[in-house]
């Protein structure tokens, strides 16, 4: 079976060639430390759907905000610029993440749910590593880590493969190696460089397994390897599948700088609902727990 080209494969991936201007222009401003307000919240009024969703979790109790939130001016003033684009870009990205990847034995829900733990870890890795103001930043990296696997999944059922994960530490990039020539690392980097994404988004979707730890040259990259690591580790823990993992899943966080407090940080807030997750990445404040 000859094996892909990679930039023929990215092309060829038909709606998510392109994504919404919205959306890539959030991920600017979100890079530009001195985002405009104003910017902001005339691109997400322009999208009812991201308008509603802000509102709803601005509203949330969880921010202690003592006033009801009505407008995305509301939320701007009293969440920040950076949460608001962060909670926006995660509704923008929804209906591409919530996909079935058949080629990888996940559904829908799983896929999701993987790409909401890894960026809510992504985030409390940095916030603990003493970089709060780069909890926005690393949930909306964790968020789209895996980009690469909606490129690589059309060409694996076309084929008949199926790469089902058999442990949190499995190393899928070396059986994408073997069966491609490449993994889904540089398949979604390549994915969000023609979808625009700022540079420093693309690292860590380059970076974030342990096949490219090596490269890990950010507190942002490395945040978001140990986002995956944790999530991955904390879905097969669901499944009564990952104690033997444990140790070596510290010795990773360890590697990448991480205390073992850190897993055990992020499994408590995934006890609580998601509207609370969501809040607590998004924030570079403190958050009340």
């Known amino acids: 079976m000859a094996q892909p080209d990679l930039e023929d494969l990215v092309a060829s991936t038909g709606?998510?060639?392109?994504?919404p201007g919205t959306v890539v222009k959030l991920l600017y401003l979100l890079d530009e430390p001195t985002d405009c307000a104003e910017d902001v919240k005339k691109i997400i009024e322009r999208d009812p759907a991201m308008t509603a969703n802000v509102l709803k979790l601005g509203n949330s109790a969880f921010y202690g905000v003592r006033r009801d939130i009505t407008s995305v001016r509301d939320a701007l003033i009293l969440l920040g610029n950076r949460c608001v684009t962060a909670l926006s870009f995660a509704t923008g990205m929804a209906p591409v993440l919530r996909r079935e990847l058949t080629g990888y034995g996940l559904t829908r829900n799983e896929f999701w749910n993987h790409s909401l733990i890894?960026?809510?870890?992504?985030?409390?890795?940095?916030r603990q590593s003493g970089n709060p103001q780069l909890c926005s930043e690393a949930f909306t990296a964790g968020l789209i880590h895996d980009i690469g696997m909606l490129v690589i999944d059309p060409w694996l059922n076309q084929n008949g493969i199926v790469l089902e994960m058999e442990g949190p530490l499995f190393d899928i990039c070396r059986v994408e190696q073997a069966e491609l020539g490449f993994d889904h690392c540089q398949a979604g980097a390549l994915l969000a460089q023609n979808w625009g994404f700022p540079q420093c988004l693309v690292d860590p979707i380059a970076s974030h397994h342990m096949s490219h730890f090596d490269d890990l040259d950010s507190e942002l990259t490395r945040g978001v390897a140990a986002g995956n690591i944790m999530a991955e580790y904390l879905e097969f823990e669901l499944k009564d599948e990952s104690g033997s993992e444990y140790p070596k899943v510290g010795e990773c966080l360890t590697q990448l700088g991480y205390s073992n407090d850190l897993l055990e940080k992020v499994r408590l807030d995934l006890t609580t609902n998601l509207e609370k997750t969501l809040v607590r990445a998004t924030s570079s404040a403190p958050v009340e727990v």
């Open 15 to 19: 709606k998510l060639a392109t994504l």
């Open 118 to 126: 890894a960026g809510a870890a992504a985030s409390e890795a940095v």
